[in-house]
């Protein structure tokens, strides 16, 4: 390959090399806007030729909302520079919808405002994969949970069956439905960690006292043990009570024992809150410990870790970090989440 002469092509039109799709604008006699030129992603994502495109309103691009929308100051908004990120829809030729965010700056010669230059980035296949997820998961949330509950109410009945045997399997259906119930919440927490939602402050006390309060009532024959903070008032984000609680849930759920204990401990190490839970149970395997670390993904496949990926999820949204390692005595294991002090009383948006 003669790397001299792509260089050259590059430098020379950089644009046809972006990811992107361009067009650069300028307005006509009604002061809308037309197309004065574009690159070649975009006359290949739409399906045009170039005579059909240059000359031609952008509007006549756009479906009728996003249409509505660019002519409802839009342009005016671009050329003063005031523009700001928005979402647009293209219609190809062949009558397809292409979805896009696109940023829109002034054009100027000689200081003079011309025209517009627009750079679109195709996000379609992203909101696609969004809306299947969001339709997985009302499915997951409403069918799937409304037939688990049913098969949990029959299980209850049939585990009070006089015939052992009957009983006996009844309970090992109300355990797997149970499991299946609880990962189809942790899914639900999962999708909203990963949203754009508000988290308010608290203070680490109280926050530690309502994870206590929590996992005791949902395992009456557990302990939570928490160590008093040194600086109870430390504010934290609401949303870190989610990652606690589960890792306080995998601690008793585990343990090898009837009354089983798990400590919870918290420092204050200048702008950070370092929070350390150390449980009773065997120790956490390294695929799951893999998730904790990495986000691995592999071990999810059976359900397995997905708590561990909440937790993480939670955390490095809060913009922590988290450390695995093994108890002191070797019975058991102890996570470290590390989390910075959050603005007291604030909304954050994360």
Known sequence: ????????????????????????TRPDEAGHPVVEDCNGRFLDRLGY????????????????????????GGYERAREGTYDREERDFLTADGNVVSTVVRATPRRVDGTVVGVVAVYVDVTRQKWREQQVKVLNRVLRHNIR????????????????????????ARVIGRTVEHWLSLAEKVAEIERAFEEFPTRSTPLSALLRETQT???????????RIGRPADDDVPVSSRLGVALEELCENGVKHAERERPTVTVAATREGEWVEVTVTD???????HERAV???GEETS???GSGLGFWLVRTVVRRLGGELDVGDAADGEGSVVTVRVPVASVGAVNDR
């Open 214 to 224: 929590t996992v005791e009532l949902a395992r009456p024959s557990a302990t939570v």
């Open 146 to 169: 409304n037939d688990l509950n049913l098969l949990h109410g029959h299980a209850t009945t049939l585990a009070r069956h006089e015939d052992e045997a009957v009983a006996a399997s």
């Open 49 to 72: 030729a170039r005579e059909e495109v240059v000359g031609r309103r952008v509007a006549a691009f756009y479906t009728a909302d996003s249409a509505e929308r660019h002519r409802n």
């Open 300 to 302: 999810l496949v059976h």
């Open 1 to 24: 390959m003669d790397t001299s002469r792509l260089a050259a092509e590059v430098e020379a039109d950089p644009f046809e090399y972006l990811p992107v799709m361009l067009l650069v």
């Open 280 to 286: 009773q149970g065997p120790g956490i395997p390294d």
């Open 292 to 294: 904790l670390r990495d």
